[in-house]
């Protein structure tokens, strides 16, 4: 897999080692292993070149010459008894989708306490993440807490900035009023090793560490409320975890009262165990991090707490060598997932190109995507639904004509914020930072049909 910068030809070490030399050829190898021909349904292509784009604008089937036996011939399926309801009440995927699963980086971190495992972008569709999907990042390990012994409490820092202190067993939370809504959460590292140019060959491993799912829970905001804050004096919150690592966030009072949830559901079910059950924070818009599971406090403060993990962790190296700290929103961002990194088209003609774009400021207004390398834009389209801080599904449609291409796509917001490319990133960001790249992707599409990882400035 080629990862190259094609306007200076030059391979920079990356400010963080993300991946070892061992684990980038071990993630190789699992990319051509594990590689689902791009798009199955691309058979058409493949027995049609390029004619397929006239036969599919016509909505026909594609004849196959001699007949198709798994037509012709009537399968086992069709003349026999299948098998009862799942025998463990909890259904699982088909055997044959078995490789579609949560991946760990090889050289990320060698302990089983602290580990990242990544969405498989490249075969999902539409804007939902299945729960045994979403991306995990641990600081301490993951525990299944059990509910009944679970408390949350709420209190100030001093008693002014709260009225009535109070600790919430589960039980009283989830019979408050709930919302559900559908809401991405992005670690602040996603895409971290574009930054040094590190050759990481697939959509999973460049962007996999973002997921979208209906989260259910009540607004902050209403226990806040049945406490007495004071918003007037009250400034900040801190969220702290149950979890061995003492994770704790300061966010914004605004923020608090605005959209953040205490959640408790994710796609129709409990939380995970390793996504916090049995409760956890959500913070539409901001890193991932700051969605703090296995919640156990909230405290209202009057000025930014400066937690070991945004104190040391989680911020920005900038040119000038400061630090930039609190950086929390997950700017307007976009990826193509098919084609992308490890995927080959099967031939010349027909696709369907597909990705997704999501923005921690508002909903996504357009995405625009490239075959040159940024030199030419056209409109891709939007599907529904299109919500606030939520992943958007986009498609578009290409007829290739065998000859290499660079793929790319751009988003813009609903602020009007168009994201950029790398180059134009590192000009006001550097080349030392692990956090918040937001910066356009490319893949490089060889005649083979083979696609791989470059950058384009």
């Known amino acids: ?24 050829k071990m993630v190789a190898l699992e990319a051509r ?26 909505g026909n089937p594609v004849p196959v010459d001699g007949g198709d036996p798994n037509i012709l011939n009537l399968p086992d399926h069709s003349k026999g008894l299948g098998q009862g309801v799942a025998t463990d009440g909890y259904g699982k995927p088909s055997k044959f989708e078995s490789n579609v699963q949560r991946r760990q980086s090889p050289g990320l971190t060698q302990t089983t306490q602290s580990s990242v495992s990544f969405a498989p972008l490249q ?15 641990h600081h301490q390990g993951w525990w299944d807490v059990d509910p009944s012994g679970h408390r949350l409490m709420l209190n100030g820092s001093d008693p002014s900035l709260m009225k009535t202190p109070k600790v919430f067993t589960m039980d009283e939370i989830m019979r408050m009023p709930c919302v559900s809504r559908f809401h991405f959460i992005e670690c602040g590292a996603n895409s971290g090793m574009e930054w040094g140019n590190v050759a990481v060959p697939t959509v999973q491993y460049t962007h996999g560490m973002i997921s979208c799912s209906e989260f259910t829970g009540v607004p902050l905001a209403t226990l806040l409320d049945l406490c007495g804050v004071d918003l007037k004096q009250g400034k900040y919150i801190l969220a702290e975890g149950a979890d061995g690592s003492g994770m704790t966030r300061t ?35 901001a890193q991932g991090v700051s969605s703090v599971k296995w919640l156990r406090r909230i405290e209202v403060g009057d000025q930014p707490y400066a937690s070991k993990d945004e104190a ?10 400061l630090h930039r700290q609190y950086a929390s929103i997950q700017e307007c961002k976009s990826v193509i997932t098919t084609p992308s990194g490890g995927q080959q088209l099967l031939n010349k003609g027909f696709y369907n190109v597909s990705g997704i774009a999501w923005s921690g400021r508002g ?39 065998g000859s290499p291409a660079i793929l790319q796509s751009r988003a813009i917001d609903s602020t009007g914020y ?40």
């Open 363 to 401: 909903t996504i207004k357009r995405v625009d995507v490239s075959m040159d390398g940024g030199k030419n834009w056209r409109e891709a389209r939007l599907e529904g639904p299109i919500l606030t801080k939520a992943i958007t599904r986009f498609n578009i449609n290409w007829d290739w004509d």
């Open 123 to 137: 075969s999902l569709f539409g804007i939902v993440t299945p729960s045994g999907l979403h991306f995990e990042r």
């Open 312 to 321: 040391v962790h989680y911020i920005d190296l900038m040119p000038n060598g």
């Open 33 to 58: 292993q594990g590689r689902r021909d791009f798009i199955r349904s691309a058979f058409v292509a493949a027995a049609t070149g390029a004619g397929a784009s006239a036969v599919m604008a016509q």
């Open 418 to 457: 168009v994201q950029p490319p790398i180059n134009m990133l590192r000009e006001v960001r550097g080349t030392r930072s692990i956090y918040h790249n937001n910066a356009i992707q490319s893949w490089k599409l060889d005649a083979n049909g083979e696609v791989s990882n470059v950058q384009v400035g």
């Open 1 to 24: 897999m080629n990862h190259e910068n094609l306007h200076s030809g030059k391979i920079q070490k990356a400010p963080e080692s993300f991946l070892s030399k061992e684990g980038i």
């Open 251 to 285: 966010i914004p009072i605004e923020a608090a009262m605005d959209d953040v949830l205490v959640v408790w559901g994710m796609n129709g079910e409990m939380l995970r165990p390793e996504n916090g059950y049995p409760l956890r924070l959500l913070v539409p818009g």
